[in-house]
C-alpha cells in the first residue's frame, strides 16, 4: 500500500476537525459498540450534569477519564455502553427559574400555581444541551447523548419510586421529627451533605446573656450564645450535673433606671458560671467567690424568661419551662459552663426538651421570619441573606436596654448557607422522612471494602471517614420540581406506598402519565380503613435519591432491562469529582447497600479541581480563565485531553490549569509525535515500501531497533498497569519520555538507514545531510535489507504507540493509524498485549547511560564553546560499553576515540 504525505506543520486543530467528520461520516462510535456486541459486557455509570450553563473545566476533566477508560476497555476487547444523562430536578432548577420570575419566596411561587412553576421548570432543563453537544462532540468524548436518560422521565421516576418502595418494605423509611438545617429562602430541608458543602467564613455576634434566678434575687446565670435570635425560644437552660459551679459576686456598672437613681452608679451582682470558667470571663475584674456547688444543686431552680411572649399558659407545658435541668453534653471548654436551650432550634435542644418535656416555642416560621407573637420582633428575617446579624443586632439592644447583656463580641467562624442560592441556614426542628442508614451502616461499610479507589486514600479517608460518620438521611424536601414521595396518606393514620405507575393506576382507576407533584397532587384515593380520603404526603424527594438510584433507573429496572441488569451489576467504572465522595458516590452505595446487598460500582476515579492559573477558582465574572473551545481551536482538544489527563488533577488534587503548559505539550510531544510520522510517511511513499502484518520482535538485528522495540513494550506494559489500576496520570506519563525517545534518539540516529543504497539513489537522495547539531546522514543505508527493518520497526512501532495513545488522544492517534494500516479505524482495533519478554532492561539500562553521557559531552562542548561539527581527539568516561555503543558517543561527540578511564572523577572528560 501507499502512504500518505503529510505537512509536518500540520495544523493539529485542523487536523482533528477532519477525523471528527470522518467519524461522524462513518458512524465510528457506532462501529465500535456493534464491533462488541457480543463481547463481554464493561459497565459504566455516567454521573448526570445539569443542561443549565456550558460546560466548565471541571466537566472537560471528568469528560476526559469519562472517555479514556471505555476507550481503553473497549479495545481491550469487552462491549462499553455509554449513556449520556441529565439531571433535570431539584433546587438548581427551580433557582433559575424564580430568578427569571423575580420570586423572593416560596409562597409566591404558591401563588403562581405548582402546575405552572413546574412546567417552566420542565422547559428550562434542557436549555444548554445543543452546546452542551458542541463541547463534547469537539473534544473527541464518545457517548450516546441522543438517547440520554432524563430524571424527569416517567421511566426514571417510576424506578425512583420503586427504589423507594423497596426501603420502605424493609422498615428502612420513616417519618421523623428533628432539628435540621433548612434554608429559609427555599424554606426546605437540606441533607448532612449539601449542608457540608455551603460553609463560608463569616463574622458574626456572640452574646452571654444574665438569667436572673427568681428564688434568689440579685442572681444571674450566665449563658453564651453564638445565636442570639434564638433567646426568644429560650425555655431552659442546661447544665453538666458532674461539673463545678461557682457564685461569683463582683461590682458591674448598671444602667436600669428601676434600679438606681442615675446613670453610672452601681449595683453589686452574682453570677453563676463553671468554675473553670472563671478566669476567663471576669479578667480585669474585681471579683468574689462567694458560693461553690456542683451542676446538679443547681437543676430544677427556676429563673425569669429574657422575653416573656410565650411564657404564658398557652404554651404547652409552659409549667415546666424556664428552670435550670441537666445535660451531660455541656461543658467547660468555652462560654459559662450552661447552655441556653431552644429545643426547635437545636438537636441537643430538641432531644433534651422531649426528654425533660420542655415546652416547645418555635417563634420563626421555616421562612426565617419571626412569628406575630414575638411583639416588636415580628417580621424580622432572623438570618437574611447579605446582613445575616440584623436581628442579632436587634436582640442584643433589647437585653442592653433591659439590662440583661453581660457581654457581646465579634468573632469569626465557618457557617453554613445554602448551597445554592447562599442564604445563611438555621437550625430548625420539623417533621421529615429519612432513609435508617444507621441500620444498614456496619453493611455499607463492610462492602465499601470492596471498592478499589484512585487515588487510594480515598477509601479509608474522605469517602471512608464520611460512610463511618453517617446518619439517617433526611429524604424529604419542601419544594416543587422532583421526584415525589410515593405515599398518600388519611387523617386516620392510614398509609399506602406505591412502588409503579401500575400500582397508583389500580389504586386511582385513573390514567398517569406523569409522575410530577402537580400531576399526582390531584389523586384522592379511599381510605379502607376508615373510609376517608387518602392525599399525597406534600414533600417531594431530595434529589440524591434521583441520583443515588441511577443504576436502576437509567435502565428502567426492573420493569425493563432485568437480565441484563443483574448480569451487570455493580458497575466495573465510575468517575466524578472529589466532592461527589460526600454525595453521588455516598448515596448510589448506600441505596445499593440497602436493595441489592453490594456496592454499586467496583472501581472509581476521583479528580480534584481545575482551578484558574493564578490558584483562584474560575469565574465567568472575572474571565480568569481560557475558554475550552479556543483551547480545543488553537491547540486541540488530543492535547488539552493529554494535558489533563497526564497532571495531578486524575488523582484528586487540585490543577492551576496553564495555557503555557498546554502550548509547551503541543510543541512537544504532540509535535514531536507528528513530526515522527510525517517523516516516515514521507520516506516510505517516497520508497514505495510494502508492509505486512507479521513483524516479529525476535528479528531485529540492528541496536537501536531492538532498544526501541524494547522500550516500546516497556510503554504497553506501562500503560496497562497503570490502566489497569485506574491510575491515568500515571499511565499517560509514560509516553512523553517514549515520544522523545523514539523522535530525539531512535529516529535521529536512524534517519540515514533509510535512504536508498548509493548505487540506485537519486541525486539527490544520495546527498549529504547535516542537522543542526552537525550530525550527518551522509553514507546512506548498509544495505537494503538493514532499511527494511528500519522501515518493519518504525512502522510498528508507530501503529502500536497510535493504539496505547488512542485512548488519551483519539485523533492523532486515528490519523496516524489509519494512514499507516489501511484499515478503518485505531478505535476498532484491539491493544497490544505488551510481552514482558520483549523488555531487554539491560540495554534499556545502557542506552540511558549513554544518552547521560552524550548529554554531558554536549554541554562541555557548549561550555568550550566548541561546535559538534568541530571534530575532538578524545573523549574520556568512566563506563565500559559494548562496541555498538562506543560508536555512538563517537558520532554524537564527534571524537575519534574514546577512552575508559574508570579512574577519573567526572563521567565525561573532552580532550579539548
Given at each position: 500500500?501507499?502512504?500518505?504525505?503529510?505537512?509536518?506543520?500540520?495544523?493539529?486543530?485542523?487536523?482533528?476537525?477532519?477525523?471528527?467528520?470522518?467519524?461522524?461520516?462513518?458512524?465510528?462510535?457506532?462501529?465500535?459498540?456493534?464491533?462488541?456486541?457480543?463481547?463481554?459486557?464493561?459497565?459504566?455509570?455516567?454521573?448526570?450534569?445539569?443542561?443549565?450553563?456550558?460546560?466548565?473545566?471541571?466537566?472537560?476533566?471528568?469528560?476526559?477519564?469519562?472517555?479514556?477508560?471505555?476507550?481503553?476497555?473497549?479495545?481491550?476487547?469487552?462491549?462499553?455502553?455509554?449513556?449520556?444523562?441529565?439531571?433535570?430536578?431539584?433546587?438548581?432548577?427551580?433557582?433559575?427559574?424564580?430568578?427569571?420570575?423575580?420570586?423572593?419566596?416560596?409562597?409566591?411561587?404558591?401563588?403562581?400555581?405548582?402546575?405552572?412553576?413546574?412546567?417552566?421548570?420542565?422547559?428550562?432543563?434542557?436549555?444548554?444541551?445543543?452546546?452542551?453537544?458542541?463541547?463534547?462532540?469537539?473534544?473527541?468524548?464518545?457517548?450516546?447523548?441522543?438517547?440520554?436518560?432524563?430524571?424527569?422521565?416517567?421511566?426514571?421516576?417510576?424506578?425512583?419510586?420503586?427504589?423507594?418502595?423497596?426501603?420502605?418494605?424493609?422498615?428502612?423509611?420513616?417519618?421523623?421529627?428533628?432539628?435540621?438545617?433548612?434554608?429559609?429562602?427555599?424554606?426546605?430541608?437540606?441533607?448532612?451533605?449539601?449542608?457540608?458543602?455551603?460553609?463560608?467564613?463569616?463574622?458574626?455576634?456572640?452574646?452571654?446573656?444574665?438569667?436572673?434566678?427568681?428564688?434568689?434575687?440579685?442572681?444571674?446565670?450566665?449563658?453564651?450564645?453564638?445565636?442570639?435570635?434564638?433567646?426568644?425560644?429560650?425555655?431552659?437552660?442546661?447544665?453538666?450535673?458532674?461539673?463545678?459551679?461557682?457564685?461569683?459576686?463582683?461590682?458591674?456598672?448598671?444602667?436600669?433606671?428601676?434600679?438606681?437613681?442615675?446613670?453610672?452608679?452601681?449595683?453589686?451582682?452574682?453570677?453563676?458560671?463553671?468554675?473553670?470558667?472563671?478566669?476567663?470571663?471576669?479578667?480585669?475584674?474585681?471579683?468574689?467567690?462567694?458560693?461553690?456547688?456542683?451542676?446538679?444543686?443547681?437543676?430544677?431552680?427556676?429563673?425569669?424568661?429574657?422575653?416573656?411572649?410565650?411564657?404564658?399558659?398557652?404554651?404547652?407545658?409552659?409549667?415546666?419551662?424556664?428552670?435550670?435541668?441537666?445535660?451531660?453534653?455541656?461543658?467547660?471548654?468555652?462560654?459559662?459552663?450552661?447552655?441556653?436551650?431552644?429545643?426547635?432550634?437545636?438537636?441537643?435542644?430538641?432531644?433534651?426538651?422531649?426528654?425533660?418535656?420542655?415546652?416547645?416555642?418555635?417563634?420563626?416560621?421555616?421562612?426565617?421570619?419571626?412569628?406575630?407573637?414575638?411583639?416588636?420582633?415580628?417580621?424580622?428575617?432572623?438570618?437574611?441573606?447579605?446582613?445575616?446579624?440584623?436581628?442579632?443586632?436587634?436582640?442584643?439592644?433589647?437585653?442592653?436596654?433591659?439590662?440583661?447583656?453581660?457581654?457581646?463580641?465579634?468573632?469569626?467562624?465557618?457557617?453554613?448557607?445554602?448551597?445554592?442560592?447562599?442564604?445563611?441556614?438555621?437550625?430548625?426542628?420539623?417533621?421529615?422522612?429519612?432513609?435508617?442508614?444507621?441500620?444498614?451502616?456496619?453493611?455499607?461499610?463492610?462492602?465499601?471494602?470492596?471498592?478499589?479507589?484512585?487515588?487510594?486514600?480515598?477509601?479509608?479517608?474522605?469517602?471512608?471517614?464520611?460512610?463511618?460518620?453517617?446518619?439517617?438521611?433526611?429524604?424529604?424536601?419542601?419544594?416543587?420540581?422532583?421526584?415525589?414521595?410515593?405515599?398518600?396518606?388519611?387523617?386516620?393514620?392510614?398509609?399506602?406506598?406505591?412502588?409503579?405507575?401500575?400500582?397508583?393506576?389500580?389504586?386511582?382507576?385513573?390514567?398517569?402519565?406523569?409522575?410530577?407533584?402537580?400531576?399526582?397532587?390531584?389523586?384522592?384515593?379511599?381510605?379502607?380503613?376508615?373510609?376517608?380520603?387518602?392525599?399525597?404526603?406534600?414533600?417531594?424527594?431530595?434529589?440524591?435519591?434521583?441520583?443515588?438510584?441511577?443504576?436502576?433507573?437509567?435502565?428502567?429496572?426492573?420493569?425493563?432491562?432485568?437480565?441484563?441488569?443483574?448480569?451487570?451489576?455493580?458497575?466495573?467504572?465510575?468517575?466524578?469529582?472529589?466532592?461527589?465522595?460526600?454525595?453521588?458516590?455516598?448515596?448510589?452505595?448506600?441505596?445499593?447497600?440497602?436493595?441489592?446487598q453490594s456496592p454499586a460500582f467496583k472501581n472509581v476515579i476521583v479528580n480534584g479541581t481545575v482551578l484558574a492559573e493564578d490558584?483562584?477558582?474560575?469565574?465567568?465574572?472575572?474571565?480568569?480563565?481560557?475558554?475550552?473551545?479556543?483551547?480545543?481551536?488553537?491547540?486541540?482538544?488530543?492535547?488539552?485531553?493529554?494535558?489533563?489527563?497526564?497532571?495531578?488533577?486524575?488523582?484528586?488534587?487540585?490543577?492551576?490549569?496553564?495555557?503555557?503548559?498546554?502550548?509547551?505539550?503541543?510543541?512537544?510531544?504532540?509535535?514531536?509525535?507528528?513530526?515522527?510520522?510525517?517523516?516516515?510517511?514521507?520516506?516510505?511513499?517516497?520508497?514505495?515500501?510494502?508492509?505486512?502484518?507479521?513483524?516479529?520482535?525476535?528479528?531485529?538485528?540492528?541496536?537501536?531497533?531492538?532498544?526501541?522495540?524494547?522500550?516500546?513494550?516497556?510503554?504497553?506494559?506501562?500503560?496497562?498497569?497503570?490502566?489497569?489500576?485506574?491510575?491515568?496520570?500515571?499511565?499517560?506519563?509514560?509516553?512523553?519520555?517514549?515520544?522523545?525517545?523514539?523522535?530525539?534518539?531512535?529516529?535521529?540516529?536512524?534517519?540515514?538507514?533509510?535512504?536508498?543504497?548509493?548505487?540506485?539513489?537519486?541525486?539527490?537522495?544520495?546527498?549529504?545531510?547535516?542537522?543542526?547539531?552537525?550530525?550527518?546522514?551522509?553514507?546512506?543505508?548498509?544495505?537494503?535489507?538493514?532499511?527494511?527493518?528500519?522501515?518493519?520497526?518504525?512502522?510498528?512501532?508507530?501503529?502500536?504507540?497510535?493504539?496505547?495513545?488512542?485512548?488519551?488522544?483519539?485523533?492523532?492517534?486515528?490519523?496516524?493509524?489509519?494512514?499507516?494500516?489501511?484499515?478503518?479505524?485505531?478505535?476498532?482495533?484491539?491493544?497490544?498485549?505488551?510481552?514482558?519478554?520483549?523488555?531487554?532492561?539491560?540495554?534499556?539500562?545502557?542506552?540511558?547511560?549513554?544518552?547521560?553521557?552524550?548529554?554531558?559531552?554536549?554541554?562541555?562542548?557548549?561550555?568550550?564553546?566548541?561546535?559538534?561539527?568541530?571534530?575532538?581527539?578524545?573523549?574520556?568516561?568512566?563506563?565500559?560499553?559494548?562496541?555498538?555503543?562506543?560508536?555512538?558517543?563517537?558520532?554524537?561527540?564527534?571524537?575519534?576515540?574514546?577512552?575508559?578511564?574508570?579512574?577519573?572523577?567526572?563521567?565525561?572528560?573532552?580532550?579539548?
Amino acid at each position: 500500500m501507499s502512504f500518505k504525505r503529510v505537512d509536518p506543520k500540520q495544523s493539529l486543530p485542523e487536523m482533528e476537525k477532519e477525523i471528527l467528520k470522518f467519524w461522524q461520516e462513518n458512524k465510528i462510535f457506532e462501529k465500535t459498540l456493534e464491533n462488541r456486541k457480543d463481547a463481554q459486557e464493561y459497565t459504566f455509570y455516567d454521573g448526570p450534569p445539569f443542561a443549565t450553563g456550558t460546560p466548565h473545566y471541571g466537566h472537560i476533566v471528568a469528560s476526559a477519564m469519562k472517555d479514556v477508560v471505555p476507550r481503553y476497555w473497549t479495545m481491550r476487547g469487552f462491549h462499553v455502553d455509554r449513556k449520556w444523562g441529565w439531571d433535570c430536578h431539584g433546587l438548581p432548577i427551580e433557582n433559575i427559574v424564580e430568578k427569571e420570575l423575580g420570586s423572593k419566596s416560596k409562597s409566591e411561587i404558591e401563588a403562581l400555581g405548582v402546575e405552572k412553576f413546574n412546567e417552566l421548570c420542565r422547559s428550562k432543563v434542557l436549555k444548554y444541551v445543543d452546546e452542551w453537544k458542541v463541547v463534547i462532540n469537539r473534544m473527541g468524548r464518545w457517548a450516546d447523548m441522543d438517547n440520554a436518560y432524563k430524571t424527569m422521565d416517567l421511566s426514571y421516576m417510576e424506578s425512583v419510586w420503586w427504589v423507594f418502595k423497596e426501603l420502605w418494605d424493609k422498615g428502612l423509611i420513616y417519618e421523623g421529627y428533628r432539628s435540621m438545617h433548612v434554608c429559609p429562602r427555599c424554606e426546605t430541608t437540606l441533607s448532612q451533605m449539601e449542608v457540608s458543602e455551603g460553609y463560608i467564613d463569616v463574622k458574626d455576634l456572640s452574646v452571654i446573656a444574665k438569667f436572673k434566678l427568681i428564688d434568689e434575687p440579685n442572681v444571674s446565670v450566665l449563658a453564651w450564645t453564638t445565636t442570639p435570635w434564638t433567646l426568644i425560644g429560650n425555655v431552659a437552660l442546661a447544665v453538666n450535673p458532674d461539673i463545678d459551679y461557682v457564685y461569683v459576686e463582683t461590682c458591674l456598672p448598671v444602667r436600669q433606671a428601676a434600679l438606681v437613681e442615675k446613670e453610672g452608679e452601681f449595683k453589686d451582682e452574682i453570677f453563676v458560671v463553671a468554675k473553670d470558667r472563671v478566669n476567663d470571663l471576669f479578667k480585669d475584674k474585681k471579683i468574689e467567690i462567694v458560693r461553690e456547688i456542683s451542676g446538679s444543686q443547681l437543676v430544677g431552680k427556676k429563673y425569669k424568661p429574657l422575653f416573656d411572649y410565650y411564657a404564658n399558659p398557652e404554651t404547652q407545658n409552659f409549667a415546666n419551662g424556664w428552670k435550670i435541668v441537666g445535660g451531660d453534653f455541656v461543658g467547660a471548654e468555652d462560654g459559662t459552663g450552661v447552655v441556653h436551650i431552644a429545643p426547635a432550634f437545636g438537636e441537643d435542644d430538641l432531644a433534651l426538651g422531649q426528654k425533660d418535656n420542655l415546652p416547645f416555642v418555635q417563634h420563626v416560621g421555616m421562612d426565617g421570619v419571626i412569628k406575630k407573637e414575638a411583639g416588636e420582633f415580628a417580621g424580622l428575617h432572623v438570618k437574611p441573606a447579605g446582613d445575616h446579624t440584623t436581628t442579632d443586632v436587634e436582640i442584643i439592644k433589647y437585653l442592653a436596654k433591659k439590662g440583661l447583656l453581660f457581654a457581646k463580641e465579634k468573632y469569626e467562624h465557618s457557617y453554613p448557607h445554602c448551597w445554592r442560592c447562599d442564604t445563611p441556614l438555621i437550625n430548625y426542628a420539623t417533621s421529615s422522612w429519612f432513609v435508617k442508614v444507621s441500620e444498614i451502616k456496619p453493611a455499607a461499610l463492610n462492602l465499601a471494602k470492596e471498592i478499589n479507589w484512585s487515588p487510594e486514600n480515598i477509601k479509608e479517608g474522605r469517602f471512608g471517614k464520611w460512610l463511618e460518620g453517617a446518619r439517617d438521611w433526611s429524604i424529604s424536601r419542601q419544594r416543587f420540581w422532583a421526584s415525589v414521595i410515593p405515599i398518600w396518606r388519611c387523617e386516620c393514620g392510614e398509609m399506602k406506598v406505591f412502588g409503579s405507575v401500575m400500582e397508583l393506576e389500580a389504586a386511582s382507576g385513573q390514567k398517569v402519565d406523569d409522575l410530577h407533584k402537580h400531576i399526582v397532587d390531584k389523586i384522592v384515593l379511599p381510605c379502607d380503613k376508615c373510609g376517608s380520603e387518602m392525599h399525597r404526603v406534600p414533600d417531594v424527594l431530595d434529589t440524591w435519591f434521583d441520583s443515588g438510584s441511577m443504576p436502576f433507573a437509567q435502565q428502567h429496572y426492573p420493569f425493563e432491562n432485568n437480565e441484563k441488569f443483574d448480569e451487570n451489576f455493580p458497575a466495573d467504572f465510575i468517575a466524578e469529582g472529589v466532592d461527589q465522595t460526600r454525595a453521588w458516590f455516598y448515596y448510589q452505595h448506600i441505596i445499593a447497600t440497602a436493595i441489592k446487598q453490594s456496592p454499586a460500582f467496583k472501581n472509581v476515579i476521583v479528580n480534584g479541581t481545575v482551578l484558574a492559573e493564578d490558584g483562584k477558582k474560575m469565574s465567568k465574572r472575572y474571565k480568569n480563565y481560557p475558554d475550552p473551545m479556543l483551547m480545543f481551536d488553537k491547540y486541540g482538544a488530543d492535547a488539552i485531553r493529554f494535558y489533563l489527563m497526564s497532571s495531578p488533577v486524575v488523582a484528586a488534587q487540585n490543577l492551576n490549569f496553564s495555557e503555557k503548559d498546554v502550548a509547551e505539550l503541543t510543541r512537544g510531544m504532540m509535535r514531536m509525535l507528528w513530526n515522527s510520522y510525517s517523516f516516515f510517511a514521507l520516506y516510505a511513499d517516497i520508497d514505495k515500501w510494502e508492509h505486512d502484518d507479521l513483524f516479529q520482535h525476535s528479528t531485529a538485528k540492528n541496536l537501536l531497533d531492538r532498544w526501541i522495540l524494547s522500550e516500546l513494550n516497556t510503554l504497553v506494559v506501562s500503560v496497562h498497569d497503570g490502566m489497569e489500576a485506574y491510575e491515568l496520570h500515571r499511565a499517560a506519563r509514560a509516553f512523553p519520555k517514549f515520544v522523545d525517545d523514539l523522535s530525539n534518539w531512535y529516529i535521529r540516529r536512524s534517519r540515514k538507514r533509510f535512504w536508498k543504497p548509493a548505487r540506485n539513489a537519486s541525486p539527490a537522495r544520495n546527498a549529504s545531510h547535516i542537522d543542526a547539531d552537525g550530525h550527518s546522514d551522509a553514507g546512506g543505508s548498509e544495505s537494503d535489507s538493514d532499511k527494511n527493518e528500519a522501515y518493519a520497526t518504525l512502522h510498528h512501532v508507530l501503529v502500536t504507540l497510535s493504539k496505547m495513545l488512542a485512548p488519551f488522544a483519539p485523533f492523532v492517534s486515528e490519523e496516524i493509524y489509519k494512514n499507516l494500516t489501511g484499515k478503518e479505524s485505531v478505535h476498532l482495533a484491539d491493544l497490544p498485549t505488551g510481552d514482558r519478554h520483549h523488555v531487554d532492561e539491560f540495554l534499556n539500562d545502557e542506552m540511558r547511560r549513554i544518552r547521560e553521557i552524550v548529554t554531558e559531552g554536549l554541554q562541555l562542548r557548549a561550555q568550550a564553546k566548541m561546535k559538534v561539527r568541530q571534530p575532538l581527539a578524545k573523549v574520556f568516561i568512566k563506563g565500559i560499553f559494548e562496541d555498538e555503543l562506543m560508536e555512538i558517543i563517537k558520532e554524537e561527540l564527534n571524537v575519534k576515540e574514546v577512552v575508559v578511564d574508570a579512574a577519573q572523577e567526572a563521567k565525561v572528560v573532552l580532550d579539548t
